[in-house]
């Protein structure tokens, strides 16, 4: 009787074990079925074809083959991906790719992903950059589509360079700039400093300012690149972008505030583009009264952004301060088919400020490029705009920003430029925007 007792209980603990181990297993192949078809090596892994907005093969990943043109190959490497990119859309969207689903397996075939960009707008930012290394990206900010995104260096996926570990052209050539990368953003950030005052400085109409070239703070010194001139009031400070000016106001509005409405920009928070995750802003309130706080509020010191972020943040200020999260995938088929594969991603946004905020940003940054930057250059297109010259040390020259958006509902696009040791940013990183926006909105 013992005996017979003895192993019932073994039987269901045996049972007990079974069925916890199929409930593991259910859970895993619902959870992490995607993954075990999707694995690099598996005969499934990127079977699909990544296709841009026109219908132009970027890869076809039945036969391993890219884009048929060389500039397209290079111009979009950093999105499509080889055996180099963590980042890539053929690493983050595998199970995509494959076409599997819990109920069908991969039965159905393959799925086909359609981007929302542009190839050949890449190809113009590319060739725009002129060798430089940087990042170009222009998206709708009504719906986070991506119509161009490059990171430069690149190379030919068909035929990789030889020397592209010794040779320092090729320097961080396997990071994609836009996601990954955080720089110091320069002038741009006066973006952020501007509308901490407008929300927290009463007076701020009233403020004046006369630009010497330089501001001595506590023995150091803040400096500009030569004498703005005097009586300059917020709208002339930001436009001629006057280093004296928004130390000043950074000082008076301290460190704990200018934190605040940077966190607030979205500036600090890492997104995520259709699985790849961005990096994160940095920003440190620097003592109140120094120097230090003063150059943190022109965008130098320790602040660091994320190109990324700042392209949604200058979104969220086009459209009445709703940031839109960017997206690359507009669709997706089966086998070659009409058929959806998935419903599309849901939008996903985040507020950042006042509608008295974006609007005076908007006006302001329109005057930028009216009374600064030149109009000429961008024909009939409202843009607003910022631009920054960001000190890197080392006796290098500084990085060049050029970042803002078109303030037209039938064109509906916020762009970031950055052009790394490309100096003067209004003449340099925006003559690249100006390039590319002009094929953006051609009809």
Known sequence: MKRLKRRTIIALVLAAAFAAGMVFFLVQWL???????????????????????NGVLLYNGETGEYAENRATRVATLHLV?????????????????????????????????????????????YAALNGHKGVVAVYDYTTGDIKCLVSSPSYDPNNPPSDINENSA???????????????????????????????????????YTCTGSLEVGGDVITCPYAHGADMDINQCLACSCNGAYATLAMELGGSTLAKYVEQAG????????????????????????????????G??????????????????????????????????????????????????????????????KEMMRNNVVTEYGQSQFGDLAVCAKSGTAEVGGGAEPHAWFAGFIDDPDHPLAFVVLVENGSAGARVAGSVAAQVLAQATAE
């Open 31 to 53: 959870w992490k079925g995607d993954e075990w078809v999707g694995f690099f090596g598996s005969q499934y892994y990127n079977s699909g074809a990544i296709y841009d907005t």
């Open 81 to 125: 991906g080889d055996q180099n990119f963590g980042t890539s859309l053929r690493s983050v969207l595998s199970d995509r790719l494959t076409g599997y689903n819990p109920i069908t397996g991969t039965a159905l075939g393959s799925h086909d992903v359609h981007l929302t960009l542009d190839a050949s707008l890449n190809e113009t930012a």
């Open 170 to 208: 090729y320097e961080g050539v396997y990071l994609n700039r836009f996601f990954s990368s955080t720089y110091p953003p320069g002038s741009v950030f006066k973006i952020i400093t501007t509308a901490a005052a407008i929300e927290e400085k009463d007076d701020l109409d009233q403020f004046r």
């Open 267 to 298: 500036l600090l928070d890492s997104l995520n583009v259709n699985g790849i995750s961005t990096a994160s802003g940095s920003f440190v309130a620097e003592e109140d009264g120094s120097a230090y706080l003063g150059w943190s509020g022109v």
């Open 300 to 361: 130098q010191d320790k602040d660091l952004v994320n190109p990324c972020s700042l392209l949604a943040f200058m979104g969220s200020i086009a459209n009445e301060g709703e940031a839109v999260v960017p997206n690359l995938v507009g669709s997706e088929t089966i086998g070659g088919t009409s058929l959806p594969a998935a419903l599309p991603d849901g939008k996903d946004t985040y507020e950042t400020y006042s509608a008295e905020t974006w609007q005076r940003l």
